[in-house]
């Protein structure tokens, strides 16, 4: 059984970063079903055996497994979407699943540490290597390289740099720690392995010599990833984590990690300045880019391995370094080294001189956009609305996938961002206080584990690089959404159970349980109950997403709702599908003459889909769309102004409000229903220009564009039925003024009307030579421009 969790584990870690890195929930449902299904076959064996629990998975740990999991079911209560809070129970009751299924495998099966380390390490080089095939044109997919970068199968630079220094940091500490002789320590007091070193036989350095050469083999290529992704936000990440790991590790142990380091990053940025530029390896494949990035990993691996190798040489060999180790603050001077550096460094770049000087051209524009406040500027004003949106539903949160529904109602600015760009932040909006809480008390008992088995054997620099990925990671979500990415979990959750100690070693050092066999067992019981759960939402979804596949442009109306229909029975809560099937019964009752049936079916779908993400705009605003396909005017206004009332930077939705208010008071038989429609059409315009003002207020003119994101203008279709809505109600100079608003350059039909509108206007005033001139410059301009002006005089007839 042990073997069969080794592969399948393996097998899904392997695969895990070529999914886009999980970041997708579709493309982790197969995850989830492998992980939680091979799980509950394990538990149902284990309590077969009476055992009741995963061995290696004992109560604590199942407890801990849970924590996420409930602190998550709690926030379905305040949801803003059931689907996304119960695709994230599903994911973190799979990495559960995955932790203490490896931790079997970490106390049954010997070697198994090792086994585990070579295969993160085999994962993390698949990962990088494909990587540069993409960067070099040979293995050319979508988003492989964005906008310069190096970003892999995650298609996210910043989050592909992210999981490129976690490699790059793990492979460093891990060739530094096979850099001590014998038993004694790297760097500390002679011990008697100082001795038994010359003692070693010839095969048995060459042994060592080939296992450091191994071990250094992945520098290169995680250095190149990291560079090329240019993740600002990861460079500092890792150096923060070097800097700690450094700290924490005697004065030899520092020296190899800051050589091996430099050699890494030193021939990663060679292998840079030598490579083509991007934008021609993108249109011809480069022969010479993977040579290029080939050597500079054997070069980096084979300078790394030998750095690493000569100093705890010359460490054991020396007393006198010896002496110099054991002073006090002697393991503060690398690190004061290396801050020193990088203060250069930075002093240099901010200087333009010789390390600036030596950049490739598209790194020295992403150096430039550092002067620029923009994203962070940016980044600061989305946490201000994070806030906000926080301080509705301070404890439980409103649910994960709630930031991508409820941002436009709390934005300052028209920024376009589904993501935070802050997992901490998205913790705390989703899951609320508690949820936060939770989740910092489990990294806390993580980190905190780490260290105490660090501390208990410093030669083994496993929990180190384990305790100091994670670390790495959680400073990186501060500026990004690493967490969203499942894969990033998962080479978290394989070190760390590999760096924490075999079960067995636990259980000899605790005298006595501290909590009660009872409890544990019926925690072990609850997480096997809810990976089963898990499972059966997971194969639900992925059912449903087969059925839903089916859907095709060649498909029938009547095939698209039988799809849709089958596809909805089996996951209800995609309220995106609902409204599918609503507009698929909209077409139906279009193409049949007003087939009552189907426009009842559509209303039943649309209230199905309202009711799973009520506060989404968008979905709002398609909604009312559907609604009035089916003739039902009232319903499409009311929903277009509840959309409008949720996101005021939406330039689009003022206009169609408008327009659906001056339709609906051309029609209206009473005149107190049409002057109220097309007062409201007007307060739309006036809210529409109210918007962009308070935009333009709050930045100056040089910053519109880069935060307006979402387009926010004066709305041209806003503009135009405010005019007709203000000429109607005999406002005729409003109706010059608000005409005049819009920009019609990309719609030319709406510019003839307009240019109609305002000729009309002109005469209606008596200003004859003002109109015919008006009516000379646009009547050849447009097509039926006497037809527009025609029914302009004809509405007003009507109107009047």
Known sequence: MNVIIVIVLSALL?????MQGLFFDKDFYSIAVVATGLYAVVSAVALRKGELRVRGGGGKRAALALLLPAVLAISLVHAESVKATLDQIVRFTTYGCIF???????TRVPNARALMLAIVQASGAALGIAAWLGYAGWLPSAGTVVAGRMAGALQYPNTFGGVSALLLLVSLLLLVGKGQTGRGELGGAQTSGARTGHAQTSGARKRRSLGMLLQAAPLGVHASGLLLSQSRGAMLALAAALLIASVLLPLARQLALAAAALAALGCAFAAALLLPPQETMAAAPSAAAPLVLAAASLIAAGLGAAAARAIAAFAAASPRFA??????????AVPAGA????????????RHGLLYASLPASWKQSIAALAQTDTLRERLIMLQDAMALVRTSPLFGHGWGSWRILFTQVQQTPYESGEI?????????SAGTIGLAAFAAMMAAVLIALARQWKRGKADPLPLAAMTGLLLVLLHSLTDFDLSFGYVWLLLIWLIAAALPAEARESQAAAAPAIPRWRHRAASLA???LALASFGIASLSITANTVYAQLTDRASTDEAIAILKRANALDRFQAVRELQLAGAFAVRYITENGNKDDAAAADRALRRAIALEPHNASLLQKCAAVYYQIADANQAIRLTEQALGLDRFNAALYGEAERLRVNAALLASDSSA???????ALQHYERNRLAVAEFHARMPESDWHAFNGRGLRMEPAAAYYGAIAAYLLGRDEDALTIVSTGDYTDDVAMASRAAALEV?????????DQAEEQYQADKDRFLSFDDAIASFESLTTAAS
């Open 760 to 768: 009309v206007v002109l005469r209606k005033q008596g200003k004859t």
């Open 527 to 529: 997480f096997a109950l």
């Open 100 to 106: 203490l299924l490896l931790r079997q495998v970490r």
């Open 674 to 680: 049409r002057q109220y429609g097309l007062q409201s």
């Open 339 to 350: 801050l020193l550096l990088a203060a250069l460094a930075a002093l240099d770049l901010m």
């Open 323 to 332: 002496r110099l180790a054991a002073r006090p603050h002697a393991r503060l």
């Open 421 to 429: 760009h802050n997992g901490w932040v998205e913790w705390l909006v």
């Open 14 to 18: 392997m695969v895990g970063g070529f």
